[in-house]
């Protein structure tokens, strides 16, 4: 049984950092892509960030680029999410997923439907 489980969040002040991880069991994640999203309360996940297996490439959006770094241990089965300067904006339940494989090109890495598995989240509170 496939199963991410992510840790890492919690409640911080404006500025302040935390780094998200999210470890897989259950199969070898070294050829897949992984993507961090995030929700935010009555709002649809939307994708943060993601890196290819290799780690190679990285991908994120607008809001956090410069202030996030997403990054990769395979050996670990584990992908990071580190979060610096955090604001109140960025206050959501956040996750990891796994797409299968990789494959994901341009506009893939944002649809939520690309990807296989997902963690059960990690909430981020981010206060003012």
């Known amino acids: 049984q496939v199963q991410l489980v992510e840790s890492g969040g919690g409640l911080v002040q404006a500025g302040a950092s935390l780094r998200l991880s999210c470890t897989a069991s259950g199969r070898t994640f070294s050829s897949d892509a992984m993507g961090w999203f995030r929700q935010f309360p009555g709002k649809e996940r939307e994708f943060v960030a993601g890196i290819t297996w290799s780690g190679d490439m990285l991908y994120y959006t607008n809001s956090v680029k410069g202030r996030f770094t997403v990054s990769r241990d395979n050996a670990k089965n584990t992908v990071y999410l580190q979060m610096n300067s955090l604001k109140p904006e960025d206050t959501a339940v956040y996750y990891c997923?796994?797409?299968?494989?990789?494959?994901?090109?341009?506009?893939?890495?944002?649809?939520?439907?690309?990807?296989?598995?997902w963690g059960q989240g990690t909430q981020v509170t981010v206060s003012s």
């Open positions: 997923a796994d797409k299968v494989s990789g494959g994901l090109y341009g506009s893939r890495w944002w649809r939520e439907a690309e990807y296989d598995y």
